[in-house]
């Protein structure tokens, strides 16, 4: 890449989160394989961040490459009002197959945002449709992140979410405490208090509970304890407040699971996915639902759910979202999301011990190192090159989503890297 093209990207190109008049430094990449990112200085980086946790099985897949050619060859995109096909009908059928039984009405959209206002509208129009349009709020917990756009912003944590400044001009829901039971300690009581007097105080305006279930993603890198979204489920039967689970970060075996939700056991109304869902190949999300929630809103008013974006079903990316599913299932990833989650222990652990660092956490294909004061991020990036790795961390967060096909000694490095570079900073 010439000088030239990194001034035209600095002075044209936003990228995400990044000023346009004081850019932090960008590294422009020349290629991407296996769990590699190869800049087009030469250096190749093990990339610790599956692209925002979408590469779970590493970048140019030879089974999503061919899925991907084969249906570009065929129909790469039609529009889905009035027409289908085979690769909506047969991801929406894997779809049904593998998320927490009671899924069964597939809505997909086109990014993991859209995905939540499509839950958040279907969770609004089921209350209209039973004549109780009073239920007209959310409520979620602290420390939460569901997305950029105005309905997923408005559900995101008022402090941490990046939205604040927008909050005069954004619907006003209800936060409840974040659980602070961590997943593997004894379970606090306590930690559902806030969330049960919001629903007995509120339920009659409250439409849904949205959440992040058992981690809590770009809103500070939480895992709470499982029994929380038990006891959120029982209390949602209890008060007749939807439950919708944003699994879009945890679905697809990231936790160790299938699906997040399996921990407490429990099945969500509405769950959106996205992020993996491809493979990290392209954009694609889905809304999944329950049957008495899509057959509700279609008696209602309105007659069908209100909602239907131009590249809905995109052929291109449901096949590829198939293969990626298949490929998922048949590379038995729960053993090799264990073996992750046990590199990750050991490689991260020695970080402990260091002043700058408040706590280290894993859990699957997740490992965490949270320090006592935020990074100086341009700083720690150069690090992180010098070192051959790819991590991206925000505030105190240094975190990596590793793809599930990493081997177990690169895995090694990348931790090894990640706790040199930690200890230095
Ligand atoms: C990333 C993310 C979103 C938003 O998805 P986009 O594809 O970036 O719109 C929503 N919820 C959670 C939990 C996420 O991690």
Known sequence: MTPEQLAFDRDHIWHPYTSMTQPTPCYSVASTEG????????????????????????????????????????MSHVMFGGLTHEPAINLAKRLVEITPIGLEKVFLADSGSVSVEVAIKMAFQYWQSKGLSSKNRLVTIRNGYHGDTFGAMAVCDPVTGMHDIFSDILPQHFFADRPNTSPNAQWQPSDIQSLKDILTEHHQEIAALILEPVVQGAGGMHFYHPEYLAQARKLCDEFNVLLIADEIATGLGRTGKLFACEHAGISPDILCLGKALTGGYMTLAATLTTKEVAETISKGGAGCFMHGPTFMGN??????????????????????????????????????????????????????????QPVDSVRIQEQFKAQGIWVRPFGKLVYIMPAYVMQTDVLDKLTAAMVKVVSEH
């Open 35 to 74: 769990v590699y990112i190869k800049l087009s200085t030469g250096e190749k980086l093990i990339d610790g961040m599956s692209s925002w946790w979408s590469t779970i099985h590493g970048y140019g897949n030879p089974a999503l490459n061919e899925a991907a050619h084969k249906q570009i060859d065929t």
């Open 315 to 372: 052929p291109l990316a449901c096949a590829v979202a198939v293969a990626s599913i298949d490929l998922l299932v048949n590379n038995d990833w729960e053993q090799q999301v264990k073996r992750i989650e046990t590199a990750l222990l050991k490689g991260l652990s020695p970080a402990k011990s260091l002043d700058q660092v408040a706590d280290v956490r894993v859990m699957g294909a997740i490992g965490v190192i949270e320090m006592k």
